[in-house]
């Protein structure tokens, strides 16, 4: 048996450029090449190269490399979202706050309104034996509210928009709204345990307490990277990878995705500080090309469309019940 070692020299160079490949292709039919990267996962998962070719599919990929492609593609994510929470224009945002929280509010009402209508509809049909209607309405409901950040970041900065007022919108809206799901998750979890709901209340004020500490910590922020920036800049980036994935743990513990930590590094960090910006091009030089794409092929190579079939056989009936549950929630 191979050692994980030799799993990720193998793996990790033929996903990369694979995505490569299929970034170029997304650029050519005008779509960003997140959506190219996207469908490599599924063209090398077992969807379509484990079907074709099942032995070098399972040879060139298989089933023990992917949590360490994962946990790669992973760390990679926060280290791009902590260059994304950089290029956001803070004063910006402070001046139109109370449109972002009025589009963040919307973002996150309407889909969780909708949501709890089709949740309904498909409860009679779709819920697992033993699950009370509340939980499953609130999961279905709090699921299709819930933001895809790191794809809405990846096809901003792909398109050149992340450093315009309109990028440094939409990733306010979508933040804010990532982070209210995410305790929103919570808050049903713990109704389908034995937790308490107020659990979803505890991590948003620890989150919002968090956020004010690092707030407060700014200048103290500024005068220790200035200082490390006179030693040298590689204590600059260590400083700052050692901070982004401090701050991904602490919100993680908090209850909220540790991506959320990484982006709201980025955002506190003090700007105009040179020695900031050198460290993050050069992370960004290697990190963004190289191993953020496993992180956007994760899903698909775990992904087994083939199996889809089975569950059609029932559709039709699927249908009409659908239909019944729809006319009684009218």
Same mark, same amino acid.
């Given at each position: 048996?191979?050692?994980?070692?030799?799993?990720?020299l193998?793996?990790?160079?033929?996903?990369?450029?694979?995505?490569?490949?299929?970034?170029?292709?997304?650029?050519?039919?005008?779509?960003?090449?997140?959506?190219?990267?996207?469908?490599?996962?599924?063209?090398?998962?077992?969807?379509?190269?484990?079907?074709?070719?099942?032995?070098?599919?399972?040879?060139?990929?298989?089933?023990?490399?992917?949590?360490?492609t994962?946990?790669?593609?992973?760390?990679?994510?926060?280290?791009?979202?902590?260059?994304?929470?950089?290029?956001?224009?803070?004063?910006?945002?402070?001046?139109?706050?109370?449109?972002v929280?009025?589009?963040?509010?919307?973002?996150?009402?309407?889909?969780?309104?909708?949501?709890?209508?089709?949740?309904?509809?498909?409860?009679?049909?779709?819920?697992?034996?033993?699950?009370?209607?509340?939980?499953?309405?609130?999961?279905?409901?709090?699921?299709?509210?819930?933001?895809?950040?790191?794809?809405?970041?990846?096809?901003?900065?792909?398109?050149?928009?992340?450093?315009?007022?309109l990028?440094?919108?939409?990733?306010?809206?979508?933040?804010? /709204?990532?982070?209210? %799901?995410?305790? +929103?998750?919570? !808050?049903? #979890? &713990? =109704?389908? *345990?034995?937790?308490? @709901? $107020? /659990?979803?209340?505890? %991590?948003?004020? +620890?989150?919002? !307490?968090? #956020? &004010? =500490?690092? *707030?407060?910590?700014? @200048? $103290?922020?500024?005068?220790?990277?200035?200082?490390?920036?006179?030693?040298?800049?590689? =204590?600059? *980036?260590?400083?700052?990878?050692?901070?982004?994935?401090?701050?991904?743990?602490?919100?993680?513990?908090?209850?909220?995705?540790?991506?959320?930590?990484?982006?709201?590094?980025?955002?506190?960090?003090?700007?105009?500080?040179?020695?900031?910006?050198?460290?993050?091009?050069?992370?960004?030089?290697?990190?963004?090309?190289?191993?953020?794409?496993l992180?956007?092929?994760?899903?698909?190579l775990?992904?087994?469309?083939?199996?889809?079939?089975?569950?059609?056989?029932?559709?039709?009936?699927?249908?009409?019940?659908?239909?019944?549950?729809?006319?009684?929630?009218?």
């Amino acid at each position: 048996m191979s050692s994980p070692l030799a799993l990720v020299l193998v793996a990790v160079p033929m996903v990369v450029l694979a995505c490569q490949a299929g970034g170029w292709a997304a650029r050519r039919l005008s779509q960003p090449p997140v959506i190219g990267e996207m469908a490599v996962g599924i063209l090398l998962g077992p969807s379509l190269l484990g079907w074709l070719a099942p032995d070098p599919q399972q040879l060139l990929l298989p089933p023990a490399v992917l949590p360490y492609t994962s946990m790669l593609g992973n760390l990679a994510l926060l280290v791009f979202l902590f260059l994304i929470g950089l290029e956001l224009d803070l004063s910006f945002l402070r001046a139109t706050r109370r449109a972002v929280a009025s589009v963040a509010a919307g973002g996150l009402l309407v889909p969780l309104a909708l949501g709890t209508a089709l949740a309904l509809a498909m409860y009679p049909t779709f819920a697992p034996p033993g699950v009370q209607q509340l939980t499953f309405v609130l999961f279905v409901a709090t699921a299709l509210s819930i933001t895809a950040f790191p794809v809405l970041a990846r096809i901003l900065i792909d398109k050149g928009l992340v450093a315009t007022p309109l990028g440094t919108f939409a990733l306010a809206c979508a933040a804010t /709204d990532d982070a209210l %799901a995410w305790c +929103l998750l919570i !808050a049903v #979890t &713990s =109704l389908a *345990t034995t937790g308490s @709901p $107020l /659990d979803a209340f505890t %991590a948003l004020a +620890l989150a919002a !307490a968090f #956020t &004010s =500490l690092l *707030t407060a910590a700014r @200048p $103290l922020m500024k005068r220790t990277l200035e200082r490390a920036a006179r030693t040298s800049d590689n =204590l600059v *980036t260590v400083l700052l990878v050692a901070g982004l994935l401090q701050t991904a743990w602490a919100t993680d513990r908090i209850g909220v995705h540790p991506a959320f930590g990484a982006f709201l590094f980025g955002a506190i960090l003090p700007r105009g500080v040179p020695a900031i910006d050198r460290s993050a091009a050069r992370l960004q030089a290697v990190v963004v090309p190289v191993l953020l794409p496993l992180f956007f092929v994760d899903i698909g190579l775990r992904t087994d469309l083939a199996a889809l079939p089975a569950g059609q056989r029932n559709w039709p009936g699927q249908q009409r019940r659908w239909r019944t549950g729809l006319r009684n929630v009218g």
